[in-house]
């Protein structure tokens, strides 16, 4: 005789919540809420003067992290129901742009500190959510966190997300001036879109400043710009890669940045992963990134209404490489590198012909590169990767003849008597004059 | 820096020349497909250029491009030229491939190498299969020989078969066959990736190969052609003829060694294939060549010496 029964499988909060903080660096936490900020930005600004107006400020504090936007607000409805929630309720979409996974804020505040306090204000409404983990960790059973309701207009209306008690690393970390100034540089690069539209960003009251990347485009010499439109579990991607010779051989800054819609992604990626091979340069085959590649800058764009389709995995700071867009745009980012490996090649081969020729042989390509400007990546036409064809001239030839020569014999004692007649010095005076003098009198 | 020498006269190499004879029949075979005419032709035409000779006076194609990685050769080349629509692009195929602009139409592209499957051949088949147009045939000649001693493992390593160990030249035929296809198939794979089903691209191999006029060639070949191409491209019947082949199993090609008169002598009779083993074996020539005369003797050239000594 069998009897039906059950058994526990529900989670403790702790283990949820060591296991929600596990892939998360505090780098990733605090791009996290971030992230928040800035899909509440895009949702709340967006207007003929693009982020102008939006704001969002960052405190980084050995005792405390904050960070407050004035980027609209979450209203009741959403928090009550939706914006706490472990994971994203179905039928739920709001119209985000890189805060898809329902997990940011959590995961982020349980990853930096024990208590935090969320106040947000809205058009209509504001609320307070105040928690301290640990006690909200002691009952299993109650998934809520309490919230404090008001009402009234906002002026500005936003959000603030303040987290204390910092976990002993975190608060190291924050005490650093070296992690801080890393951390605005990163926030730069991160937002560099968002930026560019108007948002303003501040580390502790330090603003993150735009950041431009050039390409150089000159006569004969332009930079890489394609794009496409791909599918990704049916929801449509756009790619776009722009790519060419950057400002200056820069060992960090060199290699490709991918952008998951405006959001970066990979930095200066010079490994596998962004296509660059395993042979020396020079050898046969794509290479590996080396310093004689040091003024290559590549720039992908992934976007999206779907971020979900986006070849990013869940902390946004790497790179999902079996997604299906990923895949296609690799194989385009490594004919990429291929151009440039090329030009490489070619830049050497000059002058190395310069050299062995002592100086004789033109450096075209050099100098393309000498005189051409650079322009922001942006702003570069659709077109493909171009350099100018090394120079091809063999210096024996010479110029086939236009003219040609005529010979007659006359009596040296008649020659002589025309020269002193007519003044001239050269038998090949009165050879041209002779034939002129024909000439007019024949054919006019 | 050394002198360039020409290469053995590869118009003397019967295998390789009824090799370029097939594929060229094969290519003709595509103007369902596309125009032949209308065809770009990339090859490496040496100091001999006998595939674009071919290419022109048999196909039409009058758009041609050679790669040439010997800078010494530069000026041989250029005096070689048998024609005056032949482009020359003095660089490896590695560095060349990328500057030849291969979206603006289908190509006939043959990359004769010499050397083996290495990661310049894989490089290039990515070049090529990343960036083309629906139509564009990509054939590849490799050096299949056997390869002995340090040289082995190095090669084996390179195209990731560490673990393979060939014997026969057969054995280093199929690994190498392999190395090209499989990469050429995780290339398309990729470049399919995210792409909607129309403009998504099939390999339909047309070539798999084998000959030696000295060291085992081998050569693969195929055609791109993208999802609304596909029954244009079944309207070419490659699969009619004896040697295309589409799968893993090679199709060797042999030139039996005759004389003139045996020659005639077996042509008299042909296409009729068994009444050429009959009259063979008359004039004491063994089957085995018949056969392979009967398999070839529409491609293969007969050599007479143009000049009386």
């Known amino acids: 005789m069998t009897t039906q029964s059950k058994a526990i499988a529900s989670a403790t909060k702790s283990f949820f919540v060591d296991m929600l903080v596990r892939d998360i660096g505090v780098d990733g936490a605090i791009l996290d809420l971030i992230d928040n900020a800035v899909d509440a930005a895009y949702t709340h600004h967006r207007s003929d003067n693009g982020l102008d107006s939006a704001t969002i400020d960052v405190t980084l504090d050995p005792d405390r992290f904050e960070i407050t936007d004035n980027c609209g607000g979450i209203d009741i409805e959403t928090a009550q129901n939706y914006a706490f929630r472990f994971g994203r309720a179905p039928g739920f979409n709001p119209a985000t742009r890189i805060g898809e996974f329902g997990i940011g804020m959590k995961r982020a505040v349980f990853r930096l500190g024990s208590n935090f306090r969320v106040t947000s204000s809205a058009p209509e409404t504001r609320f307070v959510v105040d928690v301290d983990v640990k006690e909200w960790k002691q009952d299993d059973d109650d998934w809520t966190f309490p919230m404090e309701i008001g009402a009234g207009q906002a002026e500005d209306p936003g959000t603030s997300v303040v987290v204390w008690n910092l976990h002993a690393g975190v608060s190291d970390l924050f005490k650093q001036d070296r992690y801080r100034s890393r951390m605005l540089r990163e926030v730069a690069d991160r937002y560099a879109e968002a930026i560019k539209s108007g948002l303003n960003v501040s580390l502790n009251k330090e603003p993150a400043d735009q950041r431009i990347h050039t390409l150089l485009e000159g006569k004969g010499i332009r930079p890489e710009h394609q794009s496409e439109v791909l599918l990704s579990g049916g929801q449509e991607v756009f790619l776009r890669i722009i790519a060419g010779i950057g400002p200056d051989r820069h060992p960090t800054e060199s290699g490709w940045y991918v952008y998951c819609n405006g959001r970066l992604v990979l930095k200066a990626d010079r490994t596998e992963l962004t296509g660059w091979g395993t042979v020396e340069p020079g050898a046969r085959g794509v290479p590996v990134w080396h310093p004689q590649y040091g003024r290559f800058r590549g720039f992908v764009y992934f976007t999206s209404d779907a971020p979900a389709a986006l070849p990013w995995t869940t902390t946004k700071t790497e790179i999902d490489v079996s997604s299906a867009v990923y895949r296609n745009a690799l194989v385009k980012m490594r004919a990429v590198i291929r151009s440039y490996a090329a030009f490489t090649n070619e830049l050497k081969a000059e002058t190395s012909e310069f050299e062995d020729s002592s100086g004789e042989t033109k450096r075209l390509i050099l100098n393309a590169v000498v005189n051409a400007r650079f322009k922001a990546a942006s702003d570069v036409q659709i077109g493909k990767f171009q350099i100018p064809e090394r120079s091809r001239e063999v210096p024996t030839t010479p110029p086939s003849p236009q003219t040609t020569s005529i010979q007659f014999q006359a009596k040296v004692a008649r020659v002589n008597a025309l020269k002193s007649a007519l003044n001239l010095r050269t038998n090949r005076q009165i050879g041209e004059l002779a034939f002129e003098r024909l000439y007019a009198e024949e054919i006019g | ?309």
């Open chain 2, 1 to 309: 820096m050394s002198v360039f020498r020409p290469k053995i006269d590869y118009s003397l190499r019967p295998a390789k020349a009824t090799v370029r004879r097939m594929i060229v029949e094969a290519l003709g075979r595509l103007d369902p497909l596309v125009p032949v005419d209308q065809y770009r032709y990339v090859g490496m035409g040496g100091t001999y250029f006998r595939d674009f000779q071919i290419v022109h006076r048999r196909l039409g194609i009058r758009s041609m491009v050679t790669i040439e990685d010997d800078l010494r050769a530069e000026e041989r080349i250029r005096f070689n030229l048998p024609l005056a629509c032949i482009k020359v692009v003095m660089q490896h195929t590695n560095d060349a491939l990328p500057g030849i602009t291969l979206e603006d139409g289908p190509h006939i592209i043959w990359l004769d190498y010499e050397g083996r499957v290495d990661q310049g051949v894989l490089s290039d088949i990515e070049e090529v299969v990343g960036r083309c147009t629906s139509a564009t045939v990509l054939i590849l000649t490799v050096n299949a020989d056997r390869v002995t001693g340090d040289q082995r493992d190095l090669w084996l390593s390179e195209i990731d078969a560490d673990r393979a160990d060939p014997k026969t030249k057969a054995e280093y035929a199929q690994i190498s066959y392999k190395a090209l296809r499989e990469h050429l198939n995780d290339v398309l794979g990729s470049r399919n990736a995210g792409q909607p089903k129309g403009r998504q691209m099939q390999f339909h191999q047309m070539f798999h190969m084998i000959h030696a006029d000295g060291a085992q060639m081998l050569t693969v070949g195929g055609s791109l052609v993208a999802e609304v191409d596909q029954l244009r491209w079944h309207q070419c019947r490659l699969d009619s003829l004896t040697f295309t082949r589409s799968g893993e199993e090679p199709y060797v090609v042999t030139v039996p060694l005759l004389t003139r008169r045996e020659w005639q002598h077996l042509l008299s009779v042909m296409p009729d294939k068994t009444e050429v083993i009959n009259i063979a074996s008359e004039a004491g020539i063994p089957a085995k060549e018949a056969r392979e005369f009967a398999a070839i003797y529409r491609y293969a050239p007969l050599f007479v010496e143009a000049e009386d000594w």
